[in-house]
T-cell receptor
Framework: DTGVSQNPRHKITKRGQNVTFRCDPISEHNRLYWYRQTLGQGPEFLTY????????KSRLLSDRFSAERPKGSFSTLEIQRTEQGDSAMYLCASSRGQATTDTQYFGPGTRLTVL | AQKVTQAQTEISVVEKEDVTLDCVYE???????LFWYKQPPSGELVFLIRRNSFDEQNEISGRYSWNFQKSTSSFNFTITASQVVDSAVYFCALSPAPYNQGGKLIFGQGTELSVKP
């Protein structure tokens, strides 16, 4: 299996612009997660999908953030009207979603810099 | 509240030394999973181990070993005979009852390990 892939790897944008990131999970993984990691911190959960259904959203996910997984395969994370505080690494992970085995495998991340 | 604490922010050792990374967690759940991930300078989180709350057996994998003690809510990670390639940030993470609650991971702040030749 190929691993989780994320595009782009780096994104530099100006404050107020919209950005969209894409995540392609491991094939046949039902669950897909988004996390955010700022410098010197551990990743923080943002949201997750079971197939195409978005089942949980963290309070970190403000109204400017939206995530989709339209066909239960790849997912997109959009940030509208970016702010400097949005600068972070955005990590995507996927897992099989079975009851007894739910290890999450992470992609390389998208590093966002908001100027 | 669910929380993971990695009190050691940075550790520096000389190659071939043994090193233990501490992890203390808090949860009221009786069923949960604990994980360790490695994040090398390239940035991608690499899965190392998963342990469920009902299995307190220690585990050894090559130079890596893990000590899980429910009585002290700790899940410590030891690297024996460290190597330069072990240099990375290591994260401990907690996941409550994975299937019913989505399995989101709660991470500690990480321990940056530097192994010098």
């Amino acid at each position: 299996d190929t691993g989780v892939s994320q595009n782009p790897r780096h994104k530099i944008t100006k404050r107020g612009q919209n950005v969209t990131f894409r995540c392609d999970p491991i094939s046949e993984h039902n669950r897909l997660y988004w996390y955010r990691q700022t410098l010197g911190q551990g990743p923080e959960f943002l949201t997750y999908f079971q197939n195409e259904a978005q089942l949980e959203k963290s309070r970190l996910l403000s109204d400017r953030f939206s995530a989709e997984r339209p066909k239960g395969s790849f997912s997109t994370l959009e940030i509208q009207r970016t702010e400097q505080g949005d600068s972070a690494m955005y990590l995507c992970a996927s897992s099989r979603g079975q009851a007894t085995t739910d290890t999450q495998y992470f992609g390389p991340g998208t590093r966002l810099t908001v100027l | 509240a669910q929380k993971v604490t990695q009190a050691q922010t940075e550790i520096s050792v000389v190659e071939k030394e043994d090193v233990t990374l501490d992890c203390v967690y808090e949860t009221r759940d009786t069923t949960y999973y604990l994980f360790w991930y490695k994040q090398p300078p390239s940035g991608e989180l690499v899965f190392l181990i998963r342990r469920n709350s009902f299995d307190e057996q220690n585990e050894i994998s090559g130079r890596y070993s893990w000590n899980f003690q429910k009585s002290t809510s700790s899940f410590n990670f030891t690297i024996t005979a460290s190597q330069v390639v072990d240099s990375a940030v290591y994260f401990c993470a907690l996941s409550p009852a994975p299937y019913n609650q989505g399995g989101k991971l709660i991470f500690g702040q990480g321990t940056e390990l530097s192994v010098k030749p």
